[in-house]
């Protein structure tokens, strides 16, 4: 009786360790990150932001910053994405903490994670106006009518700097109208003829296209997650000027178990 009770025991402590081996081995989740460009630009900071979390099987999940629940739901195995609204992200530097809280079975998890913003406002500042360049003067004649060594009219006039010009068309062809290329082109005799080459050409060309085509779609670009993203944008300064501001975006995950 008493070998049965001890091998019960060793039998449930190998469960556990197994358990707990294959946890290492297969982690919940195998990869957090940003997913977007490296480098963006554009005139105004971005107004979201995507968190990539990829896992190994489906899990609950619970997404929060330090006072409220942002999002819930179920994550199915391989990529999730989470979105986060980013309008008062880029107002100025600072470092923003969420929480991930999954459960999948009896394992409950909790990643702790960091999005770190730090904003460069020494760009090119664009608010200077430019230089508007007077308009050239318009050149003026002066008109007079003697009679004899006597003034009898004089005037000033400006010359206009809008020029006509009289182009002569050659003679048209006789017959011509509105639709004369069209009933020349059908009057054309080889114009109902085709090459038999030229057509065995355009049918290989087609079918080559579609199979292209196709490879191409079957050819799915994986996700990219990334630890750092850089965004550029503009933004008014203290004095109403235009100024080119560079953000760098970093985030860093915190494992943990309850």
Do not use: W
């Amino acid at each position: 009786m008493a070998i049965k009770k001890i091998s019960l025991l060793l039998a449930c402590i190998i469960s556990l360790d197994l358990y707990f081996l294959g946890q290492d081995l297969f982690p919940l989740v195998r990869d957090i990150g940003l997913i977007g460009d490296e480098s963006s630009k554009d005139f105004a900071p971005p107004d979201k932001l995507i968190i990539g979390v990829e896992v190994s099987r489906d899990a609950l999940y619970k997404f929060s910053d330090e006072e409220n629940v942002i999002k819930a739901g179920l994550f199915t195995r391989g990529l999730n994405t989470v979105e986060i609204e980013a309008n008062g992200l880029f107002l100025e530097s600072g470092t923003h903490v969420y929480f991930l809280d999954l459960k999948a079975g009896d394992l409950t998890l909790r990643k702790e994670i960091e999005i770190d913003i730090q904003l460069d406002s020494s760009g090119v500042d664009s608010g200077t106006p430019p230089q508007v360049k007077n308009p050239e003067p318009e050149p003026e004649y002066e008109l007079s009518m003697f009679v004899g060594e006597k003034l009898m009219v004089s005037g000033r006039k400006s010359l206009s700097k809008e020029l006509s010009f009289n182009v002569e068309l050659p003679p048209l062809p006789d017959g011509y109208g509105p639709f004369y290329e069209i009933e020349k082109e059908y009057k054309n005799p080889l114009r109902n003829s085709f090459s038999i080459l030229d057509a065995i050409g355009a049918g290989y060309s087609l079918i080559k296209n579609m199979i292209d085509k196709k490879k191409m779609q079957k050819q799915v670009k994986p996700v990219q997650k990334h630890e750092q993203l850089t965004a550029t944008f503009m933004r008014r300064d203290s004095e109403g000027a235009a100024r080119e501001v560079t953000a760098v975006i970093k985030l860093k995950v915190k494992n943990g178990i309850l």
